[in-house]
């Protein structure tokens, strides 16, 4: 697939990033090389594979969720410029 400066232009306006004429001509073969690898890869058959997230299997290692730390209130707040009611004060930033 071929890509022209004219599109290299435009998807760097839709990315917001400034390029120059010289660097829209010396990404555009590289971008084209880039699809044309995407396009190799959609050759490819899949029909047998299952999809997958890694090459190997993962298992997660699960723990019991049980709260550990609770009833620290007061030691968390003495860290605290404002406190009020057991609550973090914090100065009303909408009028």
Do not use: C, Y
């Not at 073969?29 to 690898?37: A, F, R, S, V, Y």
């Not at 058959?45 to 298992?59: E, F, L, Q, R, S």
């Not at 709260?67 to 100065?91: C, I, K, M, S, Y």
Request: net charge negative.
């Amino acid at each position: 697939m071929s890509v022209d400066t004219a599109t290299v232009r435009r998807i760097a306006g839709l990315a917001r990033i400034a390029i120059t004429d010289d660097e829209a001509a010396r990404l555009a073969p590289e971008l084209g090389n880039i699809l044309d690898w995407i396009e190799q890869l959609g050759e490819v058959d899949t029909a047998g594979v299952d999809p997958m997230t890694a090459v190997i299997p993962n298992h997660l290692r699960l723990r019991d969720d049980v709260v550990t730390d609770g009833g620290v209130r007061d030691a968390v707040l003495a860290n605290a410029p404002q406190a009020e009611h057991g609550f973090f004060t914090v100065p009303k930033v909408i009028e």
